[in-house]
């Protein structure tokens, strides 16, 4: 499969996702989205399952960073989009969804490296931190406590 029918199948598959959420609020800022709003959210589907989950919101336009690591295993999107809404008028319901998705970074199942989509309307790409090993127990003990096992910085526990 190449890669712009594996994209226009995610597109297809994002398209009226429901958000997941019944008070759409950005997860770095906290703001409200109401109906028409851009957003950013983060959607990600485990290797063999068929669909997408939103795993988060935030503020559309690159106000926040976008998220940087990526899990090996998961086929992961970062989606500009807006906010929309259906509604249920036998059950009286509302469900947010995601209107308009466009995919601007993508990272495959078989890899934890990013592939921004340079044909996007986003202008920046996500900063990739480095990977650090647990600092191991004994190390961490030894650095943050004093030898008479209270902590460093003088403080009580």
């Known amino acids: 499969m190449n890669?712009?029918?594996?994209?226009?199948?995610?597109?297809?598959?994002?398209t009226l996702i429901a958000l997941g959420t019944s008070d759409p609020r950005c997860q770095v800022c906290g703001d409200q989205f109401?109906?028409?709003?851009?957003?950013?959210?983060?959607?990600?589907?485990?290797?063999?399952?068929p669909t997408y989950?939103?795993?988060?919101?935030?503020?559309?336009?690159?106000?926040?960073?976008?998220?940087?690591?990526?899990?090996?295993?998961v086929r992961e999107l970062v989606v500009t989009g807006h906010i929309g809404s259906c509604a249920n008028t036998r059950t009286q319901s509302t469900t947010w969804v995601l209107l308009?998705?466009?995919?601007?970074?993508?990272?495959?199942?078989?890899?934890?490296e990013?592939?921004?989509?340079?044909d996007t309307t986003?202008?920046?790409?996500?900063?990739q931190t480095t990977h650090q090993e647990p600092t191991p127990l004994l190390t961490a003990v030894r650095e943050q406590t004093r030898?008479?096992?209270?902590?460093?910085?003088?403080?009580s526990e």
């Not at 986003?122 to 900063?127: D, G």
């Not at 030898?147 to 403080?155: F, I, K, N, S, T």
């Open 3 to 14: 890669n712009s029918h594996s994209l226009r199948t995610d597109r297809s598959h994002l």
């Open 34 to 49: 109401h109906e028409g709003d851009d957003i950013t959210v983060y959607a990600y589907r485990p290797a063999g399952e």
């Open 53 to 73: 989950e939103i795993g988060y919101l935030m503020c559309g336009h690159d106000t926040h960073e976008h998220p940087t690591v990526f899990t090996r295993g």
């Open 100 to 112: 308009a998705p466009t995919i601007v970074v993508t990272s495959p199942t078989t890899r934890t």
């Open 114 to 118: 990013p592939h921004v989509h340079p």
């Open 122 to 127: 986003t202008p920046r790409t996500p900063t």
């Open 147 to 155: 030898a008479d096992g209270g902590p460093r910085d003088g403080g």
